[in-house]
């Protein structure tokens, strides 16, 4: 294993391992699980305008739920947002919905109240499509859970929008609930509160996993080099997972509470939850270097939470002071007053920035900014969110 430090722009120190694993595998394991057809309801949202953006209202749609993460579906041009249940009951509407972004009718996919004698309220948190189209979901948590958890608990799903069949899968107690899940091409990929699971759809099986010591809260997929990136908020890390190799090779330290993250052909963008700075810091893949860029926006709770670099080379963020906003390809920042204060998964969908508040339910969406630079980039763009 080899130790050093690397100077940051911002003159703060960074330790990066390498040739580091936290743990060694466990051997594959099958995946019970339960199947529900889930009752659909359909909706056309209201558009609410605040400042300069507009918001998809769903205060009477997602009854005792709030919107959490987001997908874009291209197979069938909609866009998937989880609907996490607020508080216990079993009269609330929660689970998945599906928009569509140019009519912005929506169709809510119930999730069950009761999954088993032990668990109730399943809450839905991040999602995958995989090469059939079916969508993964990542459960958090749940409304109601037992004093004493069996050995496995049902904290992964997928679900067939065709036939709404939603199939909960129990997976091993120790690995905690889901916080991020990702399609690599071959396996989901699953991030729990204790480890990183690569799961094979074929067998519904868990084949590997990778224990971490300490709780992952967000990871990204490098297609490039075959790496996932891993944001540790209490250890305050950023560590690289080597999928050839199966370990986690590097573990890049400093950072006041990473969260989000954000990965291009060069470099990784970390969202840094500081509860006294507004930031985005930048690791140079190649060198390992640390660049630290301020949003420019006040911090009234926390700073930033969520990061994603648009087509147009712009570095849009969410924070939980109230904000959004974007360090643009010309270096200008920007940031506007969010309708709810806590701004969390952040996607790029058909040239606008869609974002989910916590704490409301509201959907944020926003045109991406063009900027005079040469050599920028045009995208996509649906009139209806223009």
């Known amino acids: 294993m080899k130790v050093f430090k690397i100077l940051t722009s911002a003159l703060m120190t960074v330790t990066v391992l390498t040739a580091y694993a936290f743990t060694v595998p466990q051997s594959s394991q099958q995946m019970p699980y339960k199947n529900f057809t889930l009752e659909t309801l359909n909706f056309t949202?209201?558009?609410?305008?605040?400042?300069?953006?507009?918001?998809?209202?769903?205060?009477?749609?997602?009854?005792?739920?709030?919107?959490?993460?987001?997908?874009?579906?291209?197979?069938?041009?909609?866009?998937?947002?989880?609907?996490?249940?607020?508080?216990?009951?079993?009269?609330?509407?929660?689970?998945?919905?599906?928009?569509?972004?140019?009519?912005?009718?929506?169709?809510?996919?119930?999730?069950p109240w009761q999954v088993d004698e032990n668990y109730y309220g399943p809450a839905s948190w991040t999602f995958a499509l995989d090469s059939n189209w079916d969508l993964w979901i990542s459960i958090r948590s749940y409304c109601v859970t037992p004093n004493h958890p069996p050995s496995t608990i049902p904290y992964l799903a997928k679900l067939n929008p065709e036939t709404s069949l939603l199939t909960i899968y129990y997976t091993p107690t120790v690995l905690g609930g889901g916080n991020h899940i990702i399609w690599d091409g071959n396996f989901i990929w699953y991030l729990t509160v204790n480890a990183l699971s690569k799961v094979n759809i074929s067998s519904d099986s868990i084949e590997k996993t990778y224990f971490t010591g300490k709780e992952g809260v967000h990871m990204v997929f490098d297609k490039q080099e075959g790496t996932f990136w891993v944001s540790f908020v209490e250890e305050g890390t950023v560590s690289r997972f080597n999928v050839s190799s199966e370990k986690f090779d590097v573990n890049v330290t400093g950072f006041d509470r990473p969260r989000g993250l954000f990965v291009d052909s060069s470099k990784v963008y970390v969202a840094e939850s500081s509860s006294s700075v507004s930031r985005i810091s930048v690791i140079d893949k190649s060198t390992l270097t640390v660049e630290r860029i301020n949003t420019g926006a006040a911090v009234t709770n926390e700073g930033t939470q969520f990061v994603l670099k648009s087509t147009l080379g712009n570095i849009w963020w969410t924070d939980n002071s109230n904000h959004y906003g974007a360090i643009l390809i010309n270096k200008t920042k920007v940031s506007f007053q969010n309708i709810s204060p806590y701004g969390l998964f952040i996607d790029e969908i058909g040239g606008s920035i869609w974002i989910s508040a916590k704490g409301s339910a509201f959907v944020t969406i926003t045109q991406d900014i063009q900027v005079a630079v040469e050599g920028a980039k045009g995208g996509r763009t649906f009139k209806h969110l223009c």
């Open 45 to 111: 949202v209201e558009k609410k305008s605040f400042g300069s953006t507009f918001y998809l209202n769903l205060t009477s749609i997602a009854v005792g739920s709030m919107p959490m993460g987001l997908i874009y579906d291209s197979h069938r041009n909609v866009v998937w947002v989880a609907l996490h249940p607020e508080y216990s009951n079993p009269n609330n509407v929660f689970g998945v919905i599906k928009i569509n972004p140019l009519t912005l009718n929506l169709t809510v996919y119930r999730f």
